[in-house]
C-alpha cells in the first residue's frame, strides 16, 4: 500500500526506515521527472465521460512569519514542477492579518479553506503542532523557532546518503548554535536511529545543545560527547560529515551576548586539510562568516548539492501528503 502522511511536525515521526526510503526513492524519482519537465498533474487524464480534463490543481499556502530563501523557494518550486499552485505570504507578521490581531488558529483556519496543504514558519517553538490542531488540512513544519525544521532533516539525510552511500556508522561532527539551531535539533533526531552513529557536538558553552536531546540520546544509549569550540580541529580528523550551523542572531534577546560570540569558530582551510578525503561539509545554509570562502571550492562541500536535494525531497513529501505516493 502506499504511504500516506499527515502533518510534518517534528523528525521523531520519522521512525520507520522503510517510510524514509519510500520518501528517497520517491524524491529520486521526482528529480528525474523535473529533469524531463513533466508536471505530474499534466499527465492525468481524467476518465469521465471518455474526455480529457484536468483535475483542480492542488494548491500549498506558503505561510511564512519569518524570513526564508531556501525552504520558501523550494517549496514552491516543488509545487508548481508537481503541476501544482502557490499562494503565499512572506512575512506574514507584518502582512497578513496577524498585523491587525488576528491569531495563529484563526489565521491557519481560514487558510485551510482555501489550500490543500499548509507549510509554516513562525518564531514560536510548538507553533507548527498548536497550528495542526486547528487546521482541516495537512501543516508541514517549516521551523517554529528554535524548536525542529524536520523537512531540512530529511533532506539533509537524504544527502548524507547520496554523498556517503550509508548513514550508518558515521562520525557526525555537529557544529555551532547547538542550543538555537533547528536543523540540528531535527536532524539529531532523525539520525540517532541510524546503526553505530556518533555523534561530536562542538559549541562554545554558551550554545550547546538543549537537555532535551541529550536526554534522548542517553535514554537510547546513542554515543555523543560534547567538546568546545577550540577542540574542532582534533575533533574534524575523524568526522564523516560535518555540519556546520550559524549562530542564530535572531533568538538572542541581549544583542551583547551575540557580539561576543560571533565570529568565535571558522571552517577554513585548517580545518578542513586535517578532514578525511570522503568526508563531507554541510551547512543548511545562510552561512555568514562560520564558513571560510576558499571551502566553497573544496569538493567535500556538499551545502549546495545539499540544497539542491530540498527541492525533491520537498516534492516526494507534497506528492505523499497530497495523493499518498
Ligand atoms: C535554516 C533555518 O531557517 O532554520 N535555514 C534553512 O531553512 N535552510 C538555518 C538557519 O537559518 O540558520
Redesign the pocket.
Known amino acids: 500500500m502506499p504511504t500516506k502522511l499527515g502533518h510534518i511536525l517534528e523528525t521523531q515521526q520519522f521512525k520507520d526506515r522503510k517510510l524514509l526510503d519510500e520518501l528517497y526513492f520517491l524524491a529520486d524519482e521526482m528529480r528525474l521527472f523535473d529533469k524531463e519537465n513533466l508536471g505530474l498533474l499534466e499527465r492525468y487524464k481524467c476518465k469521465r465521460n471518455a474526455l480529457p480534463c484536468k483535475p483542480r490543481r492542488k494548491i500549498l499556502a506558503n505561510v511564512f512569519y ?6 520558501r523557494f523550494s517549496f514552491e518550486s516543488a509545487m508548481r514542477s508537481l503541476g501544482g499552485d502557490v499562494i503565499s505570504t512572506e512575512s506574514a507578521g507584518i502582512f497578513s492579518s496577524a498585523a491587525k490581531g488576528e491569531s495563529l488558529p484563526d489565521s491557519i483556519r481560514v487558510i485551510g479553506g482555501y489550500a490543500d496543504v499548509i507549510v509554516l ?1 513562525h518564531p514560536e517553538e510548538g507553533a507548527a503542532k498548536m497550528a495542526a490542531r486547528y487546521s482541516r488540512v495537512p501543516v508541514i513544519n ?2 517554529d523557532g528554535p524548536g525542529q ?1 524536520p523537512t ?1 532533516a530529511l533532506l539533509d539525510r537524504c544527502t548524507i546518503k547520496r554523498e556517503r552511500g550509508t548513514t550508518d556508522n558515521l562520525n557526525v561532527g555537529m557544529l555551532g ?1 547547538l542550543k538555537n ?3 540540528v535539533r531535527s536532524l539529531t533526531y532523525l539520525l540517532a536511529q541510524e546503526d553505530n552513529i556518533r555523534f561530536h557536538f562542538i559549541s562554545p558553552q554558551e550554545l550547546k545543545m538543549r537537555n532535551d536531546i541529550i536526554q534522548y540520546l542517553e535514554e537510547h544509549n546513542i554515543s555523543f560527547e560534547e567538546v568546545p569550540g577550540e577542540a574542532l580541529k582534533d575533533v574534524a580528523r575523524n568526522l564523516d560529515v560535518l555540519y556546520v ?2 549562530i ?1 542572531k535572531e533568538r538572542f534577546k541581549n544583542p551583547e551576548e551575540y557580539e561576543k560570540l560571533k565570529g568565535c569558530y571558522v571552517v577554513d582551510h585548517n580545518v578542513i586539510d586535517v578532514m578525511p578525503g570522503d568526508s563531507i561539509i554541510m551547512h ?3 552561512k555568514i562568516d562560520e564558513i571560510a570562502p576558499e571551502v566553497d571550492y573544496d569538493k567535500r562541500a556538499a551545502y549546495f548539492r545539499q ?1 539542491d536535494n ?1 527541492k525533491y525531497v520537498r516534492m516526494a513529501l507534497l506528492k505523499m501528503i497530497l495523493d499518498g505516493s
Open positions: 519569518e524570513p526564508s530563501t531556501r525552504t514558519r517549516a521551523g525544521h531540512q548554535d539551531g533547528r536543523t550551523t550559524r542564530q543548511p545554509l545562510p540544497s530540498g
